[in-house]
């Protein structure tokens, strides 16, 4: 488990040390499987999800209180051999990313069902992984339509919640919203970008 947690670790740091190509990282991840549940026990520093999913409150990768009832999303792998269920990220249902568009190589939650008697799937809901704020971040390089924010938040204007009249510039300063993802050299995509002088024109 401690190799695997290693794997997982190094996609939510700002920048990953790994040897692992990206497909390498996504072949551990597919191991694991996302579960939407209701925090059932609650403790200072430990819980358990639907009674049966053991998780350590350092997991929980959220801004919101967690309380018992708490609809939650998680993360969870299982022992082969004991089939002991524990969640590697915990995530509140009550902060979700507004209008999330998700984009290739980004890491999701999906939760599913499978349609009776056929290999097909319902899909219900899919959200990011895991999300951030990140203000007065600078754009440290663009190319057309993307670019990257302090060197390691990937952006395209494809998929890029921001105001009509703004368009990305080099070493604009700007708050943004990132999630996890696989891309080249970067390990976090930006979903929103606003510059920072709308605030300060709204504030004066």
Request: proline fraction near 4%.
């Amino acid at each position: 488990m401690q190799r695997l947690w290693q794997r997982i670790s190094a996609i939510f740091q700002w920048k990953t040390g790994s040897e692992e190509t990206p497909q390498e990282q996504l072949q551990d991840i597919s191991k694991l499987k996302t579960v939407r549940g209701i925090v059932t026990t609650l403790c200072t520093d430990c819980g358990w999800i639907n009674e049966s999913i053991f998780f350590n409150t350092d997991m929980l990768y959220s801004k919101v209180p967690l309380n018992t009832g708490t609809s939650v999303i998680a993360l969870v792998e299982e022992n082969e051999t004991t089939h002991i269920q524990k969640a590697i990220k915990v995530k509140t249902m009550t902060d979700p990313v507004d209008e999330f568009m998700p984009y290739k190589g980004d890491l999701l939650l999906v939760e599913y069902s499978m349609k009776t008697g056929t290999s097909n799937m319902d899909i219900h809901t899919v959200s990011p992984l895991s999300s951030q704020n990140m203000d007065e971040v600078c754009v440290t390089s663009t190319d057309g339509k993307t670019g990257v924010v302090e060197s390691c938040i990937f952006f395209t204007e494809d998929s890029l919640q921001k105001p009509t009249d703004y368009t990305p510039g080099l070493y604009d300063i700007v708050n943004v919203v990132a999630v996890d993802s696989i891309q080249p050299h970067c390990s976090w995509r930006a979903v929103s970008m606003i510059p920072v002088e709308m605030y300060i024109d709204q504030a004066l």
